[in-house]
C-alpha cells in the first residue's frame, strides 16, 4: 500500500524572480513532501511544474486582497487555500517572507519552516528599515519570528552563524545546502575554451567594476581577450559606462538576462568564471554563490574573492574547483583570470576538481532529500 507524502505550502511572495530558480529547482524536486506552491503575485514568468496557487490570481478580487495581505499579514484567501491542501507544514522561502506567513500557519496549526538564503538576514536592520515594506516589516520582530517559527534552514554556513547572531536559537538552526542540476555528461566538445564570464545580478556587492578594472589588465596582457557578463540589475548601467571609460566597449558584452541553455553554453565555451562579490554597507555579502557551484559542475573554474559564503562553494586545497583571491585586490583577482587563460590544462584539471566537488556536495536531488529530512523532523515532532 503506497502512504501518502506529508504536504508542504510552500510560500513566496513573488513567484519567482528570474534570479530564484533555486526556488523552482527544489520544489520540482521534492519527493519525500508533496509541495504546493502559494504566493501573491506572479513575477518573470519562473513557475515551477508544481500546483500553484497565487492570491493576486484569486478572482476579481485578488487585486484587492493582495496589499490587505502585504499590510496585515492576514488573508481568509490563502489560509482557505492553504487549509484545502491539508498541508503537515508551510515551508517559507526568505526571511521576510516567512514572517508574512506566520500568521497563517499559526492559524493552520503547522509548523513553519524558514529557508534563509542570505540577503534576507545578513541586510542589517537599518538598511532593511529603508529597503522595501516586507525586509521594513521585519526590523524589529526577528525575535517573534525565532520563536514563530520551528526551524530555519540556513543554505550556508555564513548564514547559519548570522541566523544565531541574530538571536536564533542554535537549536532551530541547520544548514544544508541547496544543489543544482548536474548535466548527465558535461560537454567538453567546441575546442578551445576562451574568455571570462560573469553571471549574477548587476548590483554593486556582485563587484562588476572590480572586474572591469581587472579585465584592463587581463586585455593589456592578452588583446582581445571577451568578458561577458550575464544578467540585469541596477548597476547595469554604470557598469557599461565604466567599460566605455576604461577602453574595454569592443570586448566586454552585457548579455542581459538569458535563459538556462544560453548559460550553459558561455559556461563550457569560457575559460574562467568571474565572481569578484564584495561586501557593501547595508551588510550584505555573498551568502554563498550558487553559480559557482554550476561552473563546477559544467567543467569551468572558478576566480573569487574570498568573501563571506564564496570559500564555501569554491572549495580549498586539492577539492578547489578555482581559486580564491584577497577581497579588493584587482591586481591578484587579475592575474588569477589570466592564469587560466593562459594555461588550458590548468582550465582542465581545476574543471575535474569543481565537477568532482560539485558531484560530491551539491547534486539537487541529495541536498533536496537532506532539506526534506530536516523537515520532516520538525513535522513528526508535531504530530508527536
Known amino acids: 500500500m503506497t502512504t501518502a507524502r506529508p504536504h508542504a505550502a510552500v510560500f513566496r511572495h513573488a513567484v519567482l524572480h528570474a534570479s530564484e530558480t533555486f526556488v523552482k529547482n527544489q520544489v520540482e524536486s521534492m519527493r519525500l513532501l508533496e509541495p504546493t506552491l502559494f504566493g501573491v503575485e506572479r513575477v518573470d514568468g519562473l513557475v515551477p511544474d508544481v500546483r500553484t496557487a497565487l492570491l493576486r490570481e484569486s478572482g476579481p478580487l485578488g487585486a484587492l486582497r493582495a496589499p490587505v495581505f502585504q499590510l496585515t499579514r492576514r488573508s481568509g484567501w490563502l489560509r482557505r487555500a492553504m487549509a484545502r491542501t491539508r498541508p503537515d507544514v508551510v515551508v517559507a522561502h526568505f526571511a521576510q517572507d516567512a514572517w508574512r506567513i506566520a500568521p497563517t500557519a499559526r492559524r493552520l496549526g503547522v509548523p513553519l519552516v524558514v529557508m534563509c538564503h542570505g540577503s534576507d538576514v545578513l541586510m542589517d536592520d537599518d538598511a532593511a528599515a529603508r529597503a522595501g515594506r516586507s525586509n521594513r516589516q521585519l526590523v524589529g520582530h526577528w525575535p517573534d519570528l525565532a520563536d514563530a517559527a520551528a526551524l530555519f534552514v540556513a543554505s550556508s554556513q555564513l548564514v547559519a552563524d548570522a541566523?544565531?547572531?541574530?538571536?536564533?536559537?542554535?537549536?532551530?538552526?541547520?544548514?544544508?545546502?541547496?544543489?543544482?542540476?548536474?548535466?548527465?555528461?558535461?560537454?567538453?566538445?567546441?575546442?578551445?575554451?576562451?574568455?571570462?564570464?560573469?553571471?549574477?545580478?548587476?548590483?554593486?556587492?556582485?563587484?562588476?567594476?572590480?572586474?572591469?578594472?581587472?579585465?584592463?589588465?587581463?586585455?593589456?596582457?592578452?588583446?582581445?581577450t571577451r568578458l561577458t557578463f550575464v544578467g540585469e540589475g541596477s548597476e547595469r548601467g554604470a557598469l557599461e559606462a565604466l567599460a566605455r571609460e576604461l577602453g574595454l566597449a569592443d570586448v566586454v558584452r552585457f548579455e542581459g538576462l538569458a535563459p538556462p541553455e544560453r548559460v550553459a553554453e558561455l559556461m563550457e565555451s569560457c575559460a574562467v568564471l568571474a565572481a569578484p562579490s564584495i561586501p557593501v554597507g547595508d551588510g550584505t555579502s555573498e551568502s554563498f554563490g550558487q553559480v559557482v557551484v554550476e561552473a563546477g559542475s559544467r567543467l569551468l573554474p572558478v576566480v573569487a574573492y574570498?568573501?563571506?559564503?564564496?570559500?564555501?562553494?569554491?572549495?580549498?586545497?586539492?577539492?578547489?574547483?578555482?581559486?580564491?583571491?584577497?577581497?579588493?585586490?584587482?591586481?591578484?583577482?587579475?592575474?588569477?583570470?589570466?592564469?587560466?587563460?593562459g594555461d588550458p590544462v590548468l582550465v582542465a584539471e581545476t574543471g575535474r576538481r569543481g565537477r568532482a566537488r560539485a558531484e560530491r556536495l551539491f547534486e539537487l536531488d541529495a541536498c533536496t532529500r537532506a532539506i526534506e529530512t530536516a523537515v520532516l523532523s520538525v513535522v513528526e515532532r508535531g504530530r508527536s
Open 306 to 341: 574570498a568573501t563571506g559564503g564564496l570559500p564555501e562553494a569554491v572549495g580549498a586545497g586539492d577539492d578547489a574547483g578555482g581559486v580564491l583571491v584577497p577581497t579588493g585586490d584587482v591586481d591578484a583577482l587579475a592575474s588569477a583570470i589570466d592564469a587560466f587563460l
Open 163 to 224: 541566523l544565531v547572531a541574530r538571536g536564533v536559537p542554535a537549536e532551530k538552526v541547520v544548514m544544508r545546502y541547496l544543489g543544482v542540476r548536474l548535466p548527465a555528461v558535461p560537454s567538453t566538445a567546441g575546442g578551445a575554451r576562451e574568455g571570462v564570464l560573469s553571471v549574477g545580478r548587476l548590483i554593486r556587492n556582485k563587484g562588476g567594476a572590480d572586474l572591469l578594472r581587472a579585465h584592463t589588465r587581463v586585455v593589456h596582457a592578452r588583446p582581445g
